[in-house]
């Protein structure tokens, strides 16, 4: 049981370039979650997945899109990266029916130049 | 836009003393709190978590005050050992529908031998 993992670990990507970050939970929970941590800041939410087939936009949603690819997976892509985009991404499950909080993938760190 | 926020950023204190980290919550429509210990390079790890119908929870040398008079909540930490020294973050959530937390800003603790 690896919980939620997260690919890759650490990316830099010059500006205007896109990529796509990888999530995956074996928790079978039905709810995802993408946040961004700023140097000195909590988490602030950038998309969600409720439940497989939906995601809404959170907090801070310009500049990203999601994937929820099934019940397992939800990727975070950014089309066009800007240096604002610097951050370390984290990915998170839940469910309602095994818990009351989430679980959080151990970040990924974004440089853009 | 609601917020949660904390009140000191950074926290010293002796091995073996008690800790205590305040959150100063805004949203009186939030229910369920939770504190997240995140240590360096990983991400946010549970701790506690407390409903609104609680003014006190206890777990493993951690207790979690709720004081929704003055939207106010803390954790102590009994004993601090220097494992303990981490960044603690405070969230809050509304129960029922999608978990949408609300980050605050974090607190440093170090713990000093």
């Known amino acids: 049981n690896a919980g939620v993992t997260q690919t890759p670990k650490f990316q830099v990507l010059k500006t205007g370039q896109s990529m796509t970050l990888q999530c995956a939970q074996d928790m079978n929970h039905n709810s995802m979650y993408w946040y961004r941590q700023d140097p000195g800041m909590g988490l602030r939410l950038i998309y969600y997945s409720a439940s497989e087939g939906t995601t809404d936009k959170g907090e801070v949603p310009n500049g990203y899109n999601v994937s929820r690819l099934n019940k397992r997976e939800f990727s975070l892509r950014l089309e066009s990266a800007a240096p604002s985009q610097t951050s370390v991404y984290f990915c998170a499950s839940w469910s309602r029916l095994s818990t009351d909080t989430q679980y959080f993938g151990p970040g990924t760190r974004l440089t853009v130049l | 836009g609601e917020s949660v926020g904390l009140h000191l950023p950074t926290l010293s204190v002796q091995e073996g003393d008690n800790s205590i980290i305040n959150c100063a919550y805004s949203n009186s429509a939030s229910d369920y709190f939770i504190w997240y210990k995140q240590e360096s390079g990983k991400g946010p790890q549970f701790i506690i978590d407390?409903?609104?119908?609680?003014d006190k929870r206890q777990g493993q040398r951690v207790t979690v005050l709720l004081n929704k008079t003055v939207k106010h909540l803390s954790l102590q930490i009994a004993a601090t050992q220097p494992g303990d020294s981490a960044v603690y973050f405070c969230a809050e959530n509304k129960l029922g529908g999608a978990q949408k937390l609300v980050f605050g800003q974090g607190t440093r603790l170090t713990i000093n031998p």
């Open positions: 407390i409903r609104s119908n609680m």
